[in-house]
């Protein structure tokens, strides 16, 4: 069986791995949303806190001998709790000046942690195993899907809607989005607003380090995976926009599948077609597609 | 040109004549001055437009390219491959500019970060670029069919000419009329918008001159090292332009030169010693400038001489 | 240009000549530059090109020095070594600065092609001996061949001669080629591939991944839909033992082969026999073949814990060669060394009866090796059986297909 001349087998691999791939960036777009939401700050060391969460999980496994499992729930924590301390220490000194030193000091701040982790590791990558309970492939008949890929897409799509939730729906979540629009107005109704902000900052950091546990049995953990990802994450914000928790979610699923079928049809534009595509919003939609026009 | 500038003009053209004879590695001397100048273009935007670009590697790498490749493969005299080079860093600039401008502040460091993270990723698949190999073995040539510049020292002028040609132009947009309008643009640009100025075609002018000399740097590296690689499109290499600026002093006309000199030779005398950590100690110092040190060497020094600068982003 | 090249070589002869009556004078009037002689050892320190040369490398440099006696025509001898991170840029300004500034007599090992070639351009500018042992390209002896030049252990054209020509001859007819993109991966895909077409092959597809690629599945999966036999590797260290993991998770192994192209040994001990059993690889040495192999890996594998790959003992073989040049010619002169070092044989542990011909080509037998099972093995690092010595001449390129300008036809 075949589509458009690719046997399906390939077809729907590459479409397994685009969701993947659109998995993290959804994961991560979501994170940077929620983070430039109350704080208005682009986190550039976004992509080193989920190289973090993958190095958490490497190391829980390497010198506690803790699985998987117990590194998707430590991860979050631990790297969520050194976004904590960051916040505390650094950004809190800049919210009143200009964003664009917010980009700059997490710029710094991704150059500093690679450079430590590059110092540790080396560039080349550390295998991660598959947890057991996933290993293995499933023979569909038609494709073999590999257990742990596919799970990756169900559990990030579960963490991504599980954050819609608690933004949109919660009394949790009226209070963040009121704080979005109007910090003293929250704060004069006696909501401890920098504790917020710091509580959000760590939330957004703990959602990367998922993504870095969910991403190191898939590809090899290495220091530099970080800035790889966090460029194309930053155009997967710019097309998207970020007025809308579900419209990065929906981005960045749905740029990872193009990439995937970028694979199958033309491999050599694969890395440069998201890229294409933000130059094209820009031309017809600057706001992005699910943004608000200021 | 007031006192102090003049001062410092004159200090260093001084500086730069006689610096391949103090016993200074020339190479070294050539590629910290092709970084001041990659600053200096950078800091036209940054430091008096108000315009953080996150992808100037991009014009920086596709110049050398370009250099490269117009001299080795169609055998270009050296000038002509720079003039070559610059032009398509203009063309370029004006591309990815037109599209940046459409979005302010934030946004628009991360679109000019992910386009020239296209121009990365074409650069590694083209054919012309020599993908992970780089374009290797590139003549210095005869400047102007008549100088030799596989000697040294007449490579050593040519690059300072170079920037002095550089700087000097830039000196020249910041103090006429367009560079006031740009200055306007920086401090509030509603407020420019409604006095009648074109601000985004002020934006984008700024934008192509901006790329041009960077190409210009980015061609002259190239000539001097005889190769151009990924390094130089890649985004390490817009983030070290970045603290080239922020060090020395965004919105200064010497800070770039002295942040360029200070990185190069940080780089230089670390890479040895301390291996990876070089990259731990940028990220320090841009934290640390970001939080404590905001107007960098030349703005602080210049506060500290009496004057106040304004000094923004 | 060609001009140039026949005049530096004609000089060189000259000076090889004269050499022998002023050898007198130059010994006493201190011969040897800067007083002590200084070698290089450049190569991917922590990148996934670390295990094959890296600090092994540098530590076989060292045991060379160390046999040889610590100095060479009494004059100290001193290894330096830098990480060129797999980046030409990287390593064309080290190769610049060691030659300009650090007096740096010859740089050694040098792995990814690419690097290879930018470090080789400038050690043909500063006219300083270079010996490439880590990169693979068959460039370095044909375009891009200088007179200062040696490239000591293994090529493109061996392999793809060696490791392709074997299984076409099993019946491995329809490839697809996974290629690291860039010198050295698209010379190994070149030569493999004509090796293929000469043997009634067929190429079906190629594709391509950058250096130090992270995930390989989605190539894996362009391998599976060419439906061709064999998928050949033309990747190298971290890469191969990346790609041979993820055809392990799409199943490609249930209806494909692999085919490892270049494989070092510290490959297999990563990847594990279970994995690697049966496959074949074309080596330039095996630190197992016979006593003084056996000897120098075991003092090697006492400091680094890993047994040297051919890469390292070549390291420690052309060390002890180029030191043997000096003191041979009284100098350590370039042009008078590498005349010396273009008539002399080499005979030591790493290579018997090689010699260094006009295009830098070091000649030496090369070995077709199968990987063994797990149940062959029968102690730690016993990976190979020998499957077929293939004699120098046969091993690499002729000179008469050489493209090397330095080659008089």
């Given at each position: 069986m075949e589509i458009f001349g690719v046997p399906i087998q390939a077809f729907l691999g590459q479409l397994l791995l685009g969701l993947v791939n659109g998995s993290f960036y959804a994961m991560l777009s979501l994170g940077l949303a929620v983070i430039f939401g109350l704080l208005n700050i682009i986190n550039f060391s976004h992509g080193a806190l989920y190289m973090m969460g993958a190095y958490v999980a490497f190391l829980a496994l390497d010198l506690l001998g803790l699985g998987f499992w117990w590194s998707l729930a430590l991860a979050p924590l631990i790297v969520g709790g050194f976004g904590i301390i960051i916040e505390r220490l650094l950004m809190r000194w800049i919210y009143k000046l200009d964003h664009l030193y917010g980009l700059l000091l997490t710029f710094g701040l991704a150059l500093i942690i690679e450079g430590v982790y590059r110092y540790f590791f080396g560039v080349s990558g550390q295998p991660y195993p598959v947890p057991d309970a996933l290993r293995g492939a499933t023979d569909l008949g038609f494709m073999i899907l590999p257990n742990y890929r596919a799970f990756v897409v169900l559990a990030s799509l579960i963490v991504c809607l599980g954050t819609w939730y608690v933004i949109e729906r919660t009394r949790l979540g009226a209070y963040l989005r009121a704080g979005t629009e109007n910090p003293q107005l929250v704060q004069a109704f006696g909501v401890n607003v920098p504790l917020m902000v710091t509580l959000t900052f760590g939330f957004g950091v703990a959602l990367a380090a998922i993504g870095g546990v969910l991403a190191a049995p898939v590809i090899q953990i290495n220091p530099l995976m970080g800035s790889n990802i966090i460029i194309v994450v930053f155009a997967v914000v710019v097309i998207g926009g970020m007025g809308s928790i579900l419209g990065s979610i929906l981005t960045g699923l749905g740029l990872g599948v193009i990439e995937g079928l970028a694979k199958v049809y033309y491999a050599e534009a694969s890395s440069t077609v998201v890229f294409v595509i933000m130059a094209i919003v820009l031309m017809v939609r600057p706001a992005g597609l699910f943004g608000k026009e200021k | 040109m007031n006192n102090k500038t003049a001062v410092g003009f004159v200090l260093l053209v001084l500086l730069g004549l006689v610096a391949p004879y103090t016993g200074a590695y020339p190479i070294f001397l050539m590629k910290a001055l092709c970084f001041a100048l990659f600053a200096c273009a950078f800091n036209l935007l940054l430091?008096?437009?108000g315009l953080l670009s996150f992808g100037h590697a991009a014009f920086f790498g596709t110049a050398g390219y370009a250099a490269a490749y117009s001299i080795k493969a169609w055998g270009f005299a050296p000038e002509l491959g720079i003039l070559f080079a610059v032009t398509t860093a203009a063309l370029l600039g004006w591309a990815i500019g037109s599209l940046a401008i459409r979005r302010q502040g934030i946004y628009f460091a991360m679109i000019t970060l992910a386009m020239a993270q296209m121009i990365y990723f074409i650069c590694l698949q083209a054919k012309f670029t020599g993908a992970e190999d780089g374009l290797q073995g590139v003549p210095r040539g005869k400047l102007f069919g008549?100088?030799?510049?596989?000697?040294d020292i007449a490579m050593y002028y040519m690059v300072f000419a170079n920037f002095m040609i550089g700087f000097l132009l830039i000196y020249r947009t910041v103090h006429s009329p367009f560079g006031q309008v740009l200055k306007a643009i920086r401090e509030n640009e509603a407020r420019a918008l409604s006095l009648g100025y074109d601000v985004d075609k002020h934006k984008l002018l700024a934008f192509v001159i901006s790329a041009a000399l960077a190409g210009m740097a980015g061609a002259t590296k190239t000539i001097v090292l005889g190769f151009e690689t990924l390094t130089d499109v890649n985004w390490p290499q817009s983030g070290e332009v970045v603290l080239m600026t922020l060090i020395g002093g965004i919105g200064t006309m010497f800070g770039p030169v002295v942040g360029g000199f200070f990185i190069v030779t940080l780089e230089n005398e670390l890479a040895d010693k301390v291996g990876s950590w070089v990259q731990v100690i940028m990220g320090a110092i841009f934290v640390i400038c970001v939080l404590?040190?905001?107007?960098?060497i030349v703005g602080e020094l210049t506060a500290l001489f009496g004057r106040k600068k304004d000094v923004a982003v | 240009m060609k001009r140039k090249l026949l005049a530096t070589l004609v000089g060189t002869a000259l000076l090889g000549m004269v050499s022998n009556l002023a050898l007198a004078q130059t010994a006493k009037a201190g011969a040897i530059s800067g007083d002590k002689v200084i070698i290089g050892v450049m190569n991917d320190?922590?990148?996934?090109y670390s295990d094959i040369g890296g600090p092994g490398s540098v530590e076989a440099a060292r045991m060379a020095v160390q046999d040889f006696g610590g100095k060479v025509l009494g004059k100290p001898i001193e290894i330096l070594s830098a990480d060129h991170q797999n980046k030409p840029d990287v390593g064309a300004t080290k190769a610049r600065e060691w030659y300009d500034t650090e007096g740096v007599d010859m740089i050694v090992d040098v792995p990814t092609s690419s690097v290879a070639i930018s470090v080789g351009k400038v050690a043909a500018e500063k006219k300083r001996v270079f010996i490439d042992t880590g990169g693979a390209t068959k460039a370095l002896t044909n375009e891009e061949c200088n007179p200062y030049m040696v490239h000591y252990a293994y090529d493109t054209y061996a392999l793809a001669n060696g490791t392709g020509k074997a299984i076409v001859q099993q019946g491995g007819k329809t490839w697809f080629f996974i290629t690291a993109d860039y010198a050295f991966g698209k010379a190994l895909e070149a030569d493999t591939a004509a090796v293929v077409k000469a043997n009634g092959g067929e190429v079906k597809g190629v594709v391509r991944h950058p250096l130090n690629a992270s995930d390989f599945s989605s190539f894996m999966l362009q391998a599976q839909a060419s439906k061709a036999q064999i998928v050949g590797l033309a990747n190298a260290g971290g890469d191969t033992i990346n790609s041979v993991k993820a055809a392990n998770e799409f199943g490609l192994t249930k209806n494909q082969s692999l085919a490892g192209l270049l494989l070092f040994i510290t490959d297999i001990h990563s990847l594990g026999l279970k994995t690697a059993q049966g496959m074949m690889l074309t080596s330039a040495w095996y630190w197992d073949a016979n006593d003084e192999t056996r000897k120098f890996s075991r003092r090697f594998f006492e400091k680094i814990k890993r047994m040297p790959t051919f890469d390292q003992a070549a390291v420690y073989s052309a060390v002890t060669t180029y030191l043997k040049a000096i003191k041979a010619v009284g100098t350590d002169d370039a042009d008078k060394v590498m005349a010396d070092l273009k008539k002399t044989k080499i005979n030591d542990m790493f290579a018997k009866n090689g010699y260094i011909r006009q295009d830098g080509r070091m000649m030496h037998d090369m070995y077709l090796m199968q990987v063994k099972t797990p149940q062959e093995s029968k102690y730690p690092w016993d990976y190979y059986k020998l499957k077929a010595t293939i004699p120098a001449e046969q091993a690499f390129q002729s000179l008469a297909l050489s493209t090397c300008p330095m080659i008089k036809k």
């Open positions: - | 430091g008096f437009t008549y100088f030799n510049l596989e000697d404590a040190f905001r107007r960098g | 320190m922590a990148g996934l």
